[in-house]
């Protein structure tokens, strides 16, 4: 499935030929955001799309027939699901190229999440968990209905990192 979005970006999956720009993507976004040090154990999960990808579906946004963003779709039961529940798709590990921050890709990629979870059978909610201190997607989550359960707020095992857990209805 292909979808274009708003300000000429396609939303569709990924393919091997991607991957490069999938971990560059990603590595970069949350390096230049300050969420990582280059070192932290958790650089060289972001960086494996090829691991993702045989144990989740990974998404892209492609402007003017360049990658710009990816996400990592998942399901409860599935190794890469952290949260999901049953009837609930979890997207993680969004990622904007940073040269490409602030023109609406992020937000166009969540609404194209939330256009696709309507369309899965069994999927009646989409959740997500991001660290206290990514405040600004908190900011992109909740403009688009996202609320906070702080019920299912967890900490990352071995470290002191809470992460919040953000759950959208979706609408019959």
Known sequence: MTVTLPATVTFRRAVPADFPEVRRITRDAYLRAGHFAADHPYMSVLEDVEHRTEHAQVWVAESAGKV?????????????????????????????????????????????????????????????????????AHGLYRSLGFRRAPERDWYVPGEDVLLWVFTLKLAG
């Open 68 to 136: 710009v963003a990816a996400v990592t779709l998942t399901f409860s039961g599935e190794p890469y699901s952290e949260i999901a529940r049953d009837g609930e798709l979890e997207f993680r590990m969004l990622a904007v190229d940073p040269d490409h921050q602030g023109g609406g890709v992020g937000r166009a990629v969540v609404r194209e999440i939330m256009e696709h979870a309507r369309q899965l059978p069994g999927i009646d909610s989409i959740s997500l968990t991001s660290a206290t201190f990514m405040e600004r």
